[in-house]
């Protein structure tokens, strides 16, 4: 069985959510989000580490309110960088020569069946890596100025990219140290990993994911991800405590 590294980013400011605190934090149900999110990876066989980098500004709190529910369940702290690409490079840096694959997953992505993580793993294992994507069905326009309908956009060939995207860990890390050095991309800043890869003369591999593994944005996604989780299949229940979120 191949070894998986997962790196849980929850760096970002998350300024279109509009609340006091990081999204990250938000309550879905009786758990933070951030939570629901490592809970994905952390108790799989396969997965032989789990990295959660976690913003500068979040450190402190991450560490006194959820110590103990990271530390009970093996979760490696990372401080973050400035953009989600910097979070990512430090991530892989702690990755550990046992992990054959790394995932890279939103924090703020908890819509996810334990089957559709196998079938990306499994997917990962056979072509090196494994990108979920889904067909936009929507008609899409561009916007001018003064919000004037613009151009009505082809939408033949576009797919929403998902996460975990899952790679090859000398595959991903030889892409990052090439946007690190500043070989790739002159100073654009990657919205995920697979245009990393892409970027350093690798190939992606593109698999069907499913339109119910929602990132949360805003208020609305997180109503929306809270809908969602109760159609999804039931994993088997595990005892509490791991999970439970700290009181103090």
């Not at 576009?158 to 140290?177: C, D, G, S």
């Not at 593109?206 to 989780?229: M, S």
């Amino acid at each position: 069985m191949p070894k998986f590294a997962a790196i849980i980013v929850a760096a970002g400011k998350g300024e279109r959510f509009a609340d006091k605190e990081n999204k990250i934090f938000t309550k879905l149900g009786d758990q933070a989000v951030f939570l629901k999110a490592v809970q994905l990876f952390c108790n799989r066989e396969d997965v032989c580490q789990t990295i959660l980098v976690v913003a500068k500004d979040d450190m402190e709190k991450m560490k006194t309110q959820y110590g103990a529910n990271i530390g009970f369940m093996g979760v490696q702290l990372i401080e973050g960088g400035a953009e989600r690409h910097e979070s990512v490079a430090k991530g892989l840096a702690a990755v550990s020569d046992e992990a054959e694959f790394v995932a890279v997953h939103d924090a703020v992505r908890v819509c996810l069946a334990e089957q559709w993580i196998d079938a990306i793993f499994e997917s990962a294992a056979r072509f090196g890596s494994a990108v979920p994507i889904t067909p936009i069905t929507a008609t899409i326009k561009r916007i001018g100025e003064d919000n004037v309908v613009g151009d009505t956009v082809p939408r033949e060939g576009l797919y929403l990219a998902q996460t975990p995207q899952v790679f090859r860990r000398k595959m991903i890390v030889e892409a990052y140290a090439k946007l690190t050095a500043g070989e790739i991309l002159g100073g654009q800043k990657p919205t995920d990993d697979a245009q990393v890869v892409q970027a350093a003369g690798m190939d992606a591999t593109a698999i069907d994911g499913d339109p119910r593994n929602v990132k949360i944005t805003t208020q609305g996604d997180l109503v929306l991800a809270g809908a969602i989780l109760k159609t999804l299949p039931a994993k088997p229940a595990s005892r509490r405590g791991a999970f439970e979120e700290a009181q103090w």
